[in-house]
C-alpha cells in the first residue's frame, strides 16, 4: 500500500499539486511510478554503521566547479564529486526547485560535512571516493530505467559502498 | 520528479544487494515511488538535507537517516523527522504556481566562470554547444 502519512502531519501533496497546475495548463496529467503494490527489497545491512562505507547519491544538479553542468532535458548523465571536495567549489543547476538554499549552503541537497562530521567522529566508517550526483527532473521512467539507473548501480558496486544515502529535491 | 527518480534508484540500489535510505520532503510522491527506507522532513523544497547554514540540524538529519538504513525491518517505511521549519511556507507550496523555468536541452551552470571552466577543461565543443 505504501504508508500514508500522519493527519497531524499535513504535508504538502505534490502529486496532487501538479495534478492541478497541469490541469489549469491544459496538459495531460503526468503518469507517476506507482509502486504501492510493489514492496522494495530490503537489504540489512552488513557492518555495523561505523565500519561501514557510504556512498552519497543527490540528485540536486550538483556539479564541481570544472564539471560540464547538466542539461535541463532528461540528462540521463551523472557527476563524481570527490569526497575529500571543498564545499565551496560545488554548484547546482536544476528547472525546478528553489536553489536559494543550496547556493548558499550545498549541504541542503548534498550533506557532505555532515557525513565528513560522521565520519570524523567515528559515528560512520568511510566514504565512498566519489558521491554520484545527477539532475532528476527526468520525466521519462523508462529513459531513467534503462540508462541512468543502471549506471549508478554499477559505480555504487565499483566503489564498494555498503549504504547509499539518496538525497532528492 | 527528483523525489520519484530518486526513489525509483534507491529500489534498483537495494535489489543489486546495497542497503540505501532516501531522504524525502514530498511524502506522496515517495510513497508512490515506494524506496527501501525514507526519513521524511517537513521542508520546503530544496532543503532535503536540512537547512543552509545549519550544520547541527543536517548532521542529525543524515545520523537518523543511517541510523534508519540499519535498523529499519519493514520494507517501504516512512519515518518523519521532528524538524520543524522556522517560517509558514506550506500555503505558497500549494498554490499553483508553475516554478519551472524552460528546460533547455543544452548544459546548464550556476555562475557563467563555472561554463569557462568548463569550457577551458573539457572543450567548448562539449560544454557549451551553441557557444
Not at chain 1, 561501514?52 to 532535458?73: E, N, Q
Not at chain 2, 534508519?68 to 505558497?92: F, N, R, Y
Amino acid at each position: 500500500m505504501g504508508q500514508d502519512a500522519p493527519a497531524e502531519l499535513d504535508p504538502v501533496d505534490y502529486i496532487q499539486v501538479t495534478h492541478d497546475s497541469y490541469a489549469l495548463l491544459g496538459y495531460d496529467a503526468y503518469r507517476w511510478a506507482d509502486n504501492t503494490e510493489e514492496p522494495p527489497a530490503l537489504v540489512p545491512p552488513a557492518k555495523p554503521l561505523s565500519e561501514s562505507k557510504v556512498v552519497l547519491i543527490a540528485s540536486g544538479g550538483v556539479y564541481r566547479v570544472g564539471d560540464i553542468g547538466f542539461t535541463h532535458k532528461d540528462d540521463l548523465t551523472h557527476r563524481e564529486i570527490a569526497s575529500d571536495v571543498p564545499s565551496d567549489e560545488l554548484r547546482v543547476t536544476h528547472f525546478a526547485y528553489d536553489e536559494t538554499s543550496a547556493k548558499a549552503d550545498i549541504n541542503a541537497v548534498f550533506p557532505i560535512d555532515a557525513l565528513r562530521a560522521m565520519v570524523d567522529a567515528g559515528e560512520v566508517g568511510s566514504l565512498a571516493d566519489v558521491g554520484l550526483t545527477f539532475m532528476g527532473g527526468i520525466y521519462s521512467q523508462r529513459r531513467l530505467g534503462e540508462t541512468l539507473t543502471p549506471a549508478i548501480v554499477d559505480r555504487v558496486h565499483e566503489l564498494e559502498a555498503d549504504i547509499a544515502l539518496m538525497v532528492p529535491v | 520528479m527528483c523525489h520519484q527518480s530518486v526513489g525509483l534508484i534507491a529500489r534498483a540500489l537495494e535489489a543489486s544487494g546495497i542497503t540505501t535510505v532516501t531522504l524525502t520532503s514530498a511524502w506522496s510522491i515517495t510513497q508512490s515511488a515506494n524506496p527501501p527506507r525514507a526519513l521524511f522532513s517537513d521542508f520546503p523544497l530544496g532543503n532535503t538535507a536540512g537547512p543552509p547554514n545549519a550544520p547541527d540540524v543536517q548532521i542529525a538529519i543524515a545520523r537518523a537517516a543511517l541510523d534508519l538504513a540499519v535498523s529499519a525491518s519493514e520494507p517501504g517505511i516512512i519515518v518523519p523527522t521532528e524538524h520543524q521549519w522556522p517560517e509558514p511556507w506550506k500555503d505558497e507550496a500549494r498554490e499553483l504556481i508553475d516554478h519551472r523555468t524552460p528546460r533547455e536541452a543544452t548544459p546548464q551552470y550556476e555562475r557563467m566562470s563555472d561554463m569557462a571552466a568548463a569550457i577551458e577543461k573539457h572543450g567548448e565543443e562539449l560544454a557549451c554547444p551553441v557557444c
